[in-house]
């Protein structure tokens, strides 16, 4: 998601209810932007819930909250 230049990606990530979307890292494949070429570990998921924030123009907080919610319903935690 962070490397992606395609405007429509981006009116995607806006469009999808937060509550349908839960956050992760691809580790260790795919490094988020700014850290690629480097090791990637599950920590840089919070760069992922930062570059969504920007994108749909909602708090950091919102965000981690409502995935944090999300995967624990999904996952059953």
């Known amino acids: 998601m962070t490397f992606s230049k395609d405007p429509e990606h981006y009116r995607v990530l806006r469009e999808v209810p937060l509550e349908s979307l839960v956050l992760e890292t691809d ?9 690629r070429g480097k090791i990637n ?29 999300n995967a624990r319903r999904l996952f059953r935690l």
């Open 41 to 69: 570990h599950s920590a840089h998921v919070r760069t992922v819930a930062e570059f969504l924030s920007e994108k749909r123009g909602e708090s950091i907080e919102d965000i981690a909250r409502t995935t944090t919610d």
């Open 27 to 35: 580790a260790p494949f795919l490094t988020p932007h700014p850290y």
